[in-house]
Each structure stands twice: as C-alpha cells, then as structure tokens.
Nanobody, 123 residues
Framework: QVQLVESGGGLVQAGGSLRLSCAAS????????MGWFRQAPGKEREFVAG????????YYGDSVKGRFTISRDNAKNTAYLQMNSLKPEDTAVYYC????????????????WGQGTQVTVSS
C-alpha cells in the first residue's frame, strides 16, 4: 500500500513558477513509477507527467512539454513537479499518482492517488 500527499500548490501569476511535491509512504517507493495528473473544472482528468522508478525515463503531456519537469528523490520518498512559464490554462487540481507500471500510470490506470493540490494561475 502506498499513501501519497501533495503539497506546493497555490496562486501564481502567468509566467511564474511553482514546484509541487508528492511525499509517499511505504517501503516500495523506489520500485514504483510516479506521475502527475490534473483536472480543471468541467474538464476531464489530464496526464501531465510520469517518471520511472529509477528516474531514467520520463514522459510528458503535450501541453506541458518544455515547461514542466518531473523528478524524484528516492532517498526522501518524494516526487516533484517543477512548473515554469505557467499559463492560466494550467489552472487545475493536480494529483500525484503511483503504480508499479509506468505504462499503466501514463495510461491513467495507476493504483494510488493523492488528495490533490490546487494550482491557480492568474492572467
């Protein structure tokens, strides 16, 4: 079982930056893939980024490529999402996700979810 707790959300002006953190419990953190999804009001949940257990493979949604960077620190059981050049359309609740399979995670089938953290980008 893995429990995930997100932090780092908030209000930022367009063009600004935020870094989200996802702290995971459980001894298996270093063996699971991690990722981020987001959901804006009235819209479907959207894949943002995913990273393999080793950090050697990363994937990004088309809308965030070149602006967001996912990383992880297995010694701290924490994954991060660095968000730069933020746009108003990035406003959403961001959810941390984890699964043994990066393939399943990227496909939206990850087993473990955090409670979400709100990111609001003002124009």
């Amino acid at each position: 079982q893995v429990q995930l707790v997100e932090s780092g959300g908030g209000l930022v002006q367009a063009g600004g930056s935020l870094r989200l953190s996802c702290a995971a419990s459980g001894r298996t953190f270093s063996t699971i893939a991690m990722g981020w999804f987001r959901q804006a009001p009235g819209k479907e949940r959207e894949f943002v980024a995913g990273i393999s257990w080793s950090g050697g493979s990363t994937y990004y949604g088309d809308s965030v490529k070149g602006r967001f960077t996912i990383s992880r620190d297995n010694a701290k059981n924490t994954a991060y999402l660095q968000m730069n050049s933020l746009k108003p359309e990035d406003t959403a609740v961001y959810y941390c996700n984890a699964d043994r399979s990066l393939y399943d995670l990227v496909g939206g089938k990850g087993n473990y979810w955090g409670q979400g953290t709100q990111v609001t980008v003002s124009s």
